[in-house]
């Protein structure tokens, strides 16, 4: 009976004995010959670019400043990180989540900001950028108001630091669908506001400004159009968009710069200005597509 | 008798002795005596008188003509008297009342045909055969012992020889004219009479000439001259299967030792044939059932031999087995079977070349001759469930023995907790098993008169274990009286009523001394020493020669696949019969499933609404459980079952079956039983956790295969000690280090130092079964569910090179700068800090994949006074490269996923949605744990190398050699003497391992052995050096 055993465990040896190459090896050598595919444009080219695109946090104090009360449910609920599965979802909602954060963060709503947090900490793990986020840190900042300040500041710099380091890893596409992501949300809450004073023009002007960076992200996610299927199909989206942009114009007006002294500083004071022809059909139909496009993103 | 059957009786005499010319004095005066054997002083006038008035004693001689006419009426009247007689006496008493009508007539030698032709028709009616009868007559009839010619006939003269041509047996003894023997054998009885002269004794009472005695059991004649004629060599004189049987017997122990230094038997020497009943008796602790078991080869003495033909018991065991029978002072039997299957199994474990049929005959031949034929359906029982009474007990423990036929059978008090009915029962079989041959041996305890006269010989032991008597049992009471000259010494019984008291015996062997004022004291008058000494002078026991060929035995074991396939059906018949015990163990799992997977399942969703797989941090926690619960069952089902079944293994070890047989027996039922209940255990919380089913199958078998390591664990400690209590004592002290040493409870990079190591499990851990099967469930949970199975890979490669470029590669040029920032330094501390990480940069790189363009360097041994500015550029060149490399691999990586999962879910027809997916089949928790995502440093450095801390699930172990099993927990594959195999397929491996190992352990009872070692330490510790040498 035990020589049975024993025949068998040995049988089972044998059998697994057939070794064959590592996975490993094999895989790492069919890349080294093999360049990765990624956009013919160079990183240094994609990174200005994306400098010239303003955080979404800026939008959110214009929010403030139009005195309307913090509305929980403009924004992307932190419960749905689960549907993020994709490096691509994740990415974009990174953004969204970014900008809810600082949503939340100007209203001073801490309790939904931790979640937010915990949601953009568990995004940023799952792109392997996790260590940009103390999550310890900032819960501890955000318990108390009187910290928004520097817990602005860091999330701000967190976000900064990320878009640096991915761009040194190569991997400028996970910033661009970043800010895009921010960047939609941004303008889904300022069409919500919007829509809800009509009257206010600022509002209506930011909107309207952000055809030059619709213009950009298309730009950046053109670059990507060949080699990444999910950003190809987000494009098509944006151009959607960017129909209704077409009509809204804006012209630009130079005027020569001018010094000033204030309080013993001398200031350069910018005295070009543009003009915004925006109607209020534009911005509805802005805010609808924004919401379809958006509505893709986060579910 | 009772007063109805006396006076039928005495009817009879009066017929009988009416015909042909009356009652004679003589003939009334027979009568009287009769009387007088079996009736009191004033009842036995009234009988008298009855006598008289039916016989018409003292009326006159009636004239012959009438008396034809009544005797056709009395020959009706005597058929009455008859039947009557019939109905209410046994065979044996029949017999004796035709005797005394015999000896009646014989009394006036008035043998008229109507006389005997009446006593012909009550034999008739007492259905005698007719030879029997005949026999009976002659020799009741007969005073010329020479025309007794036939063959159940013994004479006993000073005649040398007898006549080859004569049926009769004949006996040389040193007595006047002749003693006849006489048996009839359809009762099996034996009647004596006596010719001649002389004044010898039955029992102590002097023999009439001419006049017939029963013989019974355990009657002596003494002769004049002196010689003893004892019951039991009558006999065997009669027995033809004792004359064939070839059995010699002999012991001598000199001295048996216990392991505490006590002696336990001093020269006790015994020699005996074949067809001898003998009993052992003795003060409790005086040794009896000590001696018993040396006898049957239970116990070695420490100095002499047991010899059985000739053949040592323990040293030529393979000579005489199924040679002895042993039936112990508990009960042996499998309490869930019935009396039947009890010994159907133990039969057919005995007889492999019979049929079913044979079988079946055989096992009903005993339970016939045991009595238990009617019980033979019942259930057996155990003593507080009773079905069959204690004495049917006892007998069924006998007939477990008895079946096989071992020619010496053993008998440890087999009438203890028996009524004196069932107890005169079973020494009357045993006393019947013995005139067929056998030699038994029976330790008997306080025997009534009528038991202790039954045996051939009885061996009295005293305290201290020396022998203080060996011999006739009615001799042993005039011994011991004789040796303290006590009056009335020759007489062994009563002289009305023939009993004897054993107890006597013992009153003169330990009376006690008594003090000044008549109180006992603790003092014996003659100590035990003494005693011996007069046994010494006074028994010399002769030796039976010693036969030189191989003892009688009926045994033929079957091979081994058969007696395990007979263990298997018997176990699992007699577990299925325990309805306790299947419907425990069957429904144990199912209902801890149940009561584990709902109390942890709970509305996970991250809204909190519903219940969804993904998000049960529970899961890792259940796969935990449910292999402690694996575990646990395992053990609890096997730990009792060899404890349960000792005292089955001590009958059966007589029968010499094979020990790996039975275990893979219990094997077979325990695996069996494992199997269903994993089953059922992972079935449900398959169902309620609602896990994927296609890893229900992996699940179960890792399960199912610690359940059976738990099992040959549990038969180990089960065959390691003495009780269940210890057994399950035992229990959590096997549990909890498997608890603790998981995995999951406590990490093991975080235990003590002494045991702890970095990347890699500890040692003692590996030990754990717990610990593998954790493993290969969770890997294989995490790896082969169906949402993870296609990214695996990519995430494998996305992990490790991210980990190489984001912060391996980091530390290595944190170590590059550190090491030519201080290469000129003469600080000792740093210049060794130095050569350490210039040590640990070249084994890291030497181990990576990637060394395009360095690999020459890499091949040389690196030293501190080789590195040059030059080197160091190179070296920080490569360092980039190698970043930028798994760069290239990370975001390859993660593009080759991005394209899997726009593949899957834009394919034609398919309603992939990874979403759906990980929330089905993904575990958050689990992934944590295998991701190790709480750990802060991802890097760190232990004795000279770099661990890796995250994703371990992601990391192939790097194993130093092909035997180099160990690896860090969580590896998703090892190494198997030199090749990659699945962590599933490699841990399962190493649990089916341990489980041979112990098995093997189990063979050959490793673990009791050791446990016995320590047992005698403290002997040895007390005896000193001595005895500690020799072992």
């Known amino acids: 009976m035990r020589i049975v055993i024993f025949g068998l465990v040995l049988a089972l040896f044998t059998a697994c004995g057939s070794g064959k190459k590592s996975d490993e090896q094999a895989f790492l050598e069919g890349l080294d010959s093999a360049k990765a595919e990624g956009p013919s444009i160079s990183e240094g080219v994609i990174g200005d670019i994306l400098q010239q695109i303003p955080s979404p946090l800026e939008i959110s104090v214009l929010l403030k400043e139009s005195g309307k009360k913090y509305n929980a449910g403009y924004l992307n609920s932190p419960d749905n990180i689960s549907k993020y599965n994709s490096n691509f979802k994740k990415a974009l909602n990174l953004g969204v989540y970014g900008t809810d954060l600082g949503y939340t963060n100007i209203y001073e709503q801490n309790q939904d900001g931790v979640k937010y947090m915990a949601s953009i900490k568990e995004l940023a793990d799952g792109l392997n950028i996790g260590q940009f986020f103390d999550i310890e840190t900032i819960g501890r900042l955000a318990t108390n108001s009187k910290n928004l300040d520097s817990l602005l500041l860091i999330t701000t710099q967190n976000f900064n630091s990320i878009n640096h380091y991915l761009q040194t890893q190569n991997r400028s596409n996970l910033s661009v669908l970043f800010l895009t992501g921010g960047w939609l949300e941004a303008l889904h809450i300022t069409c919500e506001v919007a829509a809800l004073n009509p009257n206010n023009k600022e509002l209506q002007e930011t909107i309207g400004e952000q055809k030059i960076i619709l213009e950009n992200i298309m730009l950046l996610l053109s670059f990507y159009k060949e080699s990444d299927q999910n950003m190809a199909s987000l494009l098509t989206d944006m151009e959607e968009l960017k129909k209704i942009y077409d009509k809204v114009n804006i012209t630009y007006t130079y005027k020569e710069s001018t010094f000033e002294i204030v309080d013993g500083v001398m200031v350069i004071k910018d005295n070009s200005s543009s003009t915004i022809e925006i109607t209020p059909d534009d911005i509805s139909n802005i805010k609808s597509i924004t919401t379809n496009i958006r509505n893709k993103v986060i579910s | ?1031």
């Open chain 2, 1 to 1031: 008798m009772s007063e109805e059957i006396l006076k039928a009786l005495t009817q009879l005499f009066a017929i009988i002795t009416k015909q042909d010319g009356g009652v004679t004095q003589r003939e009334r005066q027979f009568v009287i005596n009769f009387f007088q054997t079996e009736l009191d002083q004033d009842s036995i006038k009234e009988y008298v008188d009855l006598y008289d008035q039916f016989s018409g004693y003292g009326k006159g001689d009636e004239d012959s003509g009438k008396s034809k006419l009544t005797s056709v009426k009395d020959s009706v009247k005597t058929l009455g008297i008859c039947k009557k007689i019939n109905k209410t006496l046994t065979q044996k008493q029949k017999v004796i009342v035709l005797i005394k009508l015999l000896e009646l007539v014989a009394t006036d030698k008035n043998f008229t045909p109507q006389r005997m032709e009446i006593i012909n028709t009550a034999s008739n009616v007492f259905n005698i055969v007719q030879d029997e009868y005949h026999h009976i007559e002659n020799f009741v009839i007969t005073e010329d012992a020479t025309s007794l010619n036939f063959a159940d006939i013994l004479l006993l003269d000073k005649g040398h020889s007898i006549d080859e041509s004569r049926l009769n047996k004949h006996v040389h003894g040193h007595i006047e004219g002749s003693l006849v023997f006489m048996r009839v054998r359809s009762v099996d009885m034996y009647f004596t009479k006596y010719l001649g002269d002389e004044s010898n004794a039955l029992n102590g009472f002097p023999m009439q000439v001419n006049r017939v005695y029963l013989f019974s059991h355990g009657s002596t004649i003494k002769t004049q001259a002196g010689d003893a004629l004892y019951y039991s060599d009558l006999v065997a004189h009669f027995n033809e299967e004792i004359k064939t049987t070839k059995l010699s017997f002999n012991v001598s122990i000199e001295e048996l030792k216990f392991p505490t230094g006590a002696i336990g038997l001093r020269n006790v020497a015994i020699s005996e044939g074949p067809g001898k009943l003998i009993g052992i008796m003795g003060a409790s602790g005086a040794g009896k059932t000590t001696l018993l078991n040396v006898m049957a080869g239970l116990v070695k003495p420490t100095k002499g031999q047991i010899l059985i033909n000739g053949f040592d018991i323990n040293s030529e065991k393979d000579k005489i087995h199924g040679v002895i029978g042993y039936v112990s002072q508990d009960d042996l039997l499998i309490e869930e079977l019935t009396v039947y299957e009890n010994l159907y199994y133990n039969a057919k474990l005995c007889f492999a070349d019979f049929n079913e049929e044979q079988l079946h005959k055989r096992v009903m031949e005993v339970l016939e001759n045991l009595g238990l034929d009617q019980r033979k359906d019942l259930r057996v029982g155990n003593p507080l469930d009773k079905t069959i009474s204690g004495g049917q007990r006892k007998r069924l423990n006998i007939a477990l023995e008895l079946i096989r036929e071992p020619a010496i059978l053993f008998l440890d008090e087999p009438t203890s907790g028996l009524s004196s009915r069932d107890s005169e029962n079973v020494i009357d079989l045993l006393k019947e098993l013995s005139l067929k041959g056998k030699l038994i041996f029976v330790v008997i305890h306080q025997p009534s008169s009528d038991i202790y006269k039954m045996f051939d010989k009885m061996i009295i032991m005293d305290t201290g274990g020396y022998p203080a008597y060996y011999g006739p049992p009615i001799d042993a009471v005039t011994y011991f009286k004789k040796s303290t000259h006590q009056v009335d010494s020759n007489r062994g019984q009563c002289e009305t009523c023939g009993n004897v008291n054993p107890e006597q015996i013992f009153n003169i062997i330990e009376a006690k001394v008594v003090d000044e004022y008549g109180q006992p004291t603790a003092k014996r008058k003659i100590s035990p020493p003494q005693w011996y000494d007069l046994f010494k002078e006074r028994f010399k026991i002769n030796r039976v020669e010693d036969i030189k060929e191989e003892p009688p035995r009926s045994l033929r074991l079957p091979n081994k696949l058969k007696q395990t396939f007979i263990f298997v059906t018997r176990d699992t018949l007699s577990k299925l019969s325990n309805k306790q015990y299947l419907l425990i163990n069957l429904l144990e799992a199912p209902l801890l499933a149940l009561i584990l997977a709902v109390i942890i399942k709970y509305r996970s969703s991250p809204g909190g609404t519903e219940y969804v797989f993904r998000f049960n941090e529970n899961f890792p926690a259940f796969l935990l459980m449910s292999i402690i619960v694996a575990l646990f069952m395992g053990l609890t089902v096997s730990a009792e079952e060899i404890i349960r079944d000792r005292k089955i293994l001590r009958r059966e070890s007589f029968l010499n079956l094979s020990w790996n047989s039975y275990l893979t027996s219990k094997l077979f039922i325990l695996f069996t039983l494992s199997a269903v209940q994993t089953l059922s255990f992972v079935v449900l919380g398959n169902l309620i956790l609602e896990i994927e089913w296609s890893m229900l199958l992996p699940f179960w078998f890792v399960l199912f295969t610690t359940s059976c390591f738990a099992n040959v664990l549990g038969l180990n400690i089960s065959s390691a000690f003495n009780s269940a209590v210890t057994v399950y004592v035992m229990i959590p002290l096997l549990l909890i280090p498997q608890m603790i040493l998981s995995g999951l409870l406590f990490p093991f990079d975080k235990l003590n130092e002494i045991i702890s190591t970095k990347g890699k499990v500890p040692i003692i851990a590996d030990l754990m079964a717990s610990r593998w099967a954790y493993e290969a469930l969770v890997v294989d949970q995490f790896r082969n569910n169906s949402y993870e199975k296609p990214y695996y890979e990519f995430e494998k490669y996305e992990s490790q090179a991210d980990f190489r470029s984001s912060f391996l590669v980091n530390e290595l040029d944190k170590k590059r700068k550190f090491i030519f920032d201080h290469l000129t330094s003469k600080n000792d501390t740093i210049r060794r800090a130095v050569e350490k990480d210039l040590y640990i940069i070249q084994t890291t790189l030497q181990n990576d994949f990637y060394k395009k363009g360095f690999e020459k360097e890499l091949a040389s041994t690196w030293t501190v006074d080789k590195l040059s500015p030059d080197f160091n550029k190179k070296l920080e060149d490569f360092l980039t490269a190698y970043k930028k490399f798994y760069q290239d691999v990370y975001n390859k990586a993660v593009e080759q996923k991005e394209a899997a999962i726009f593949k899957y879910e834009n394919e034609e027809g398919s309603d992939y949605d990874i979403n759906r997916y990980k929330d089905k089949y993904y575990n958050e928790s689990l992934a944590d744990l295998v991701k190790n995502v709480d750990e802060k440093e991802r890097i760190i450095e232990f004795e000279g190398q770099l661990y890796q801390q995250i994703n371990p699930i992601f990391i192939d172990p790097r194993p130093s050699g092909p035997l180099d099993y160990r690896a860090h927990f969580f590896a998703p594959k090892k190494n198997l003497l030199g090749t990659d195999v699945s962590t599933f397929l490699f841990n399962n491996i190493i649990i089916w391992i341990m489980t041979v190992l112990l098995y093997v352990a189990l063979y050959f009872e490793l673990l009791r052995k050791l446990i016995n070692s320590f047992d005698g330490l403290g002997v040895k510790i007390g005896k000193g050096g001595e005895k500690a040498k020799k072992n």
